[in-house]
């Protein structure tokens, strides 16, 4: 069964950071590209940043430039977001997504069940 | 805020027909696929419709998907109440570099 699997998520002081793993299981990781999204609360989805399977070419939203750090370790089968310089304003739930491709940001057609972040004093 | 427009809610009784527009640019629906998310209440996004109008393994043929020029519009067809949900739709922009989504249609089955 294909699968993801979040976690890192927690309660974080503004200025803070924060590392989520997304621990894939069920088919080939390296093969495909990775995103996260997230949802603040009673919100919509806001892609976050994206990675693609062998791990050469990153892609980020302007929001977490400069702030969020996106690996992989293929070897692993783990994804990952370092986030650093917490704001209360990235307060959400962080979703990894497998993309249907291996490169840039395409359809997303697994999910996991989402992690929440909460960046609060 | 989202460069992809989609009205806040939509609803239909059971068995209707009800369509939701996504309005975008030449930088991202105009030059690229369209996708369409469903999100139950609780839950993770699911992916509807790839590719302006495929759908996935196991997504009824209920749901449709089309686009024209800069705009994509998804249909549910036989509207059911197990339709009720958040529904998503995204594309690359070109322009910006980022994936967007759009700024999600509550569907509300009366």
């Known amino acids: 069964e294909v699968q993801l699997l979040e976690s890192g998520g927690g309660l974080v002081q503004p200025g803070g950071s924060l590392r989520l793993s997304c621990t894939a299981s069920?088919?080939?990781?390296?093969?495909?590209?990775m995103s996260w999204v997230r949802q603040a609360p009673g919100k919509g989805l806001e892609w976050v940043s994206g990675?693609?399977?062998?791990?050469?070419?990153?892609y980020y939203a302007d929001s977490v430039k400069g702030r969020f750090t996106i690996s992989r370790d293929n070897s692993k089968n783990t994804l990952y977001l370092q986030m650093n310089s917490l704001r209360a304003e990235d307060t959400a739930v962080y979703y990894c997504?497998?993309?249907?491709?291996?490169?840039?940001?395409?359809?997303?057609?697994?999910w996991g069940q989402g992690t929440m972040v909460t960046v609060s004093s | 805020q989202s460069v992809l427009t989609q009205p806040p809610s939509a609803s239909g009784t059971p068995g209707q027909r009800v369509t939701i527009s996504c309005s975008g640019s030449s930088s991202n629906i105009g030059s690229n696929y369209v996708f369409w998310y469903q999100q139950l209440p609780g839950t993770a996004p699911k992916l509807l419709i790839d590719r302006n109008n495929q759908r996935p393994s196991g997504v009824p043929d209920r749901f449709s998907g089309s686009k024209s020029g800069t705009s994509a519009s998804l249909a549910i067809s036989g509207l059911r109440s197990e339709d009720e949900a958040d529904y998503y739709c995204a594309a690359w922009d070109d322009s910006l570099s980022r994936y967007v989504f759009g700024t999600g249609t509550k569907v509300t089955v009366l």
């Open positions: 990675i693609s399977g062998s791990g050469g070419s990153t």
């Open positions: 997504a497998k993309d249907v491709g291996s490169g840039m940001p395409d359809a997303f057609d697994v």
């Open positions: 069920g088919f080939t990781f390296n093969s495909y590209g």
